[in-house]
């Protein structure tokens, strides 16, 4: 185990986890189920601020989707708040660290949460990570209110696509 993160909370799959993070995967542990998820099976990362202003949404969209019972997951879905920071020392020397990463990892991360997250997911998964840019909304913030069927959610409008979240993700 690389690095260990206790109590992420999960919006999709929802529940309180906590992430072991291996050399080629990321293991959730949760009060009633558990997840691998390979870090092949990434397919890109977002990094949002929520309307609200309190809060950050991290997602990472799956290539295989994680099954619940029938139901499966594209996305993995995280919020935390942005003042909550975190301190880590990754369990690797200084020599693997250099010859695995390069300058890109150091041996302890510390910071808010979501870029110590991305930083360290940057790296080891080898995914660029989208935020949002250009543009606002009439209110200040990187996304509208909108909702898709009966679920009420957030459309955030990104430089080449589009991206709903709470409850399906969609990713057009």
Do not use: W
């Not at 295989?64 to 019972?69: E, H, K």
């Amino acid at each position: 185990m690389i690095a260990s993160f206790e109590d992420m909370q999960l919006l999709v799959p929802r529940g309180k986890y906590s992430f072991n993070v291996y050399n080629n995967y990321l293991k959730l542990h949760g009060k009633t189920h558990d997840y691998k998820v390979l870090f092949k099976d990434v397919n890109r990362a977002f990094l949002l601020p929520k309307p609200d202003g309190v809060h950050m949404i991290y997602i990472v969209s799956l290539k295989n989707p994680l099954r619940q019972g029938q139901t499966t997951h594209n996305h993995l879905v995280l919020q935390f708040k942005k003042e909550r920071t975190e301190k880590i020392s990754l369990n690797l020397s200084q020599e693997e660290i250099k010859d695995k990463y390069g300058d890109e990892l150091t041996q302890e991360l510390e910071g808010p949460l979501y870029d110590v997250l991305s930083r360290l997911f940057k790296t080891m998964i080898k995914v660029s990570i989208v935020i949002p840019s250009g543009f606002k909304s009439d209110k200040g913030t990187d996304a509208v209110k909108c909702s898709v069927r009966a679920q009420d959610g957030f459309l955030y409008p990104l430089n080449k696509s589009f991206l709903f979240i709470h409850k399906p993700v969609y990713y057009i």
